[in-house]
Structures are given as C-alpha cells and as structure tokens.
C-alpha cells in the first residue's frame, strides 16, 4: 500500500498549485480520500475530503472557495487544486485514504502518504 504526494512547492500570496496523490497497492475506489496539513509548531488539521462513490467533496471553511479537491480512477490520483494562497496555507500537506467514506479526523484514516511542503511567502 502506498500514497504518493507531490506537486508542493514555494509559491508567493496569490498563487496557485496542484498536489498530486497516488495510490497504489490497494482498490483506490474503495476509499474516501482525505487531504490535512500541518504548519510548524501547528496540530495536523483537516482540510478536504471527497468521497467514495460519487465525488462529493467538502472543505474546511479556511479554504473553501480557494481550493477544490478532484480525484482520477482511472489513473488512481487524487488532486487538490489550490488558488489565492495565503501565508496561513504554509504546511506540510498530506493526503490520506478512509474505507467507510467521509471524515474530518484524521484517526479514521487509514493509509497516509509521506507529505509534501507547501511555503506561502512574498
């Protein structure tokens, strides 16, 4: 089993990036895919959630309407497409995977991927 991040990187206020999770090792559609993030000094904390079957997604309220969280199942690859960013944004991003659909908290994941860096900064 295996979930792959990637695509953080350093980026100024205002702008925009994708992250990328691949899985691997396990039926990807089968699970509802969860994305948190973690700042220095910070608790993780939740940030997107799509679901199992028919992609409904949700976010936390500090990100709603900036970032939007898609999924491929044929290439087994979730995204989170991430726009205005903020310096608040700055964090480690994880993207983790929940067999009984939905949630916001993080023990009810059970595969996580190894995190990519995401710095918000003029």
């Known amino acids: 089993v295996q979930l792959q991040a990637s695509g953080g990187g350093s980026v100024q206020p205002g702008g925009s990036l994708r992250l990328s999770c691949a899985a691997s090792?396990?039926?990807?559609?089968?699970?509802?895919i969860g994305w948190f993030r973690q700042a220095p000094g910070q608790e993780r904390e939740w940030v997107s959630c799509?679901?199992?079957?028919?992609?409904?997604?949700t976010y936390a309220e500090s990100v709603k309407g900036r970032f939007s969280i898609t999924r491929d199942r044929d290439k087994n690859t979730a995204y989170l497409q991430m726009n205005s960013l903020k310096p608040e944004d700055t964090g480690v991003y994880y993207c983790a995977v929940n067999p009984d659909g939905m949630a916001m908290i993080a023990s009810r994941f059970r595969y996580w991927g190894q995190g990519t860096l995401v710095t918000v900064s003029s």
């Open positions: 090792g396990f039926t990807f559609n089968d699970y509802a």
């Open positions: 799509i679901s199992k079957h028919d992609d409904t997604a």
